[in-house]
């Protein structure tokens, strides 16, 4: 019953910034452990980010400085905000629950590209 709709993606300038959403219904996002991740073609689906209940964040080494998560319990909405942009963040940028996710939404397609 939870799904998730990710928005704010689009094209940018390389060294531009992005912010994503995801959008989270049927479940209350706080009490889980949630994650950004990313496909891009050919390339299998990796976790960016996390945060936990309590609120510690994770970042992959890839994008460690540039990005950050947070979320808004009152709105029940993830974010990512995205810094530096690089061509290699190229990707389709999806949200879900980390360690036992739940169906996937249709993702939110970044592209960094001059």
């Known amino acids: 019953q939870v799904q998730l709709v990710e928005s704010g993606g689009g094209l940018v300038q390389p060294g531009g910034s992005l912010r994503l959403s995801c959008a989270v219904s049927?479940?209350?996002?706080?009490?889980?452990?949630m994650g950004w991740y990313r496909q891009a073609p050919g390339k299998q689906r990796d976790l960016v980010a996390g945060?936990?209940?309590?609120?510690?964040?994770n970042y992959a080494d890839s994008v460690k400085g540039r990005f950050t998560i947070s979320r808004d319990n009152a709105k029940n909405t993830l974010y990512l905000q995205m810094n530096s942009l690089e061509p290699e963040d190229t990707a389709v940028y999806y949200c879900?629950?980390?360690?036992?996710?739940?169906?996937w939404g249709q993702g939110t397609q970044v592209t960094v590209s001059s």
């Open positions: 049927g479940s209350s996002l706080n009490i889980y452990h």
């Open positions: 945060v936990t209940r309590v609120g510690s964040t």
């Open positions: 879900n629950r980390v360690g036992i996710p739940w169906y």
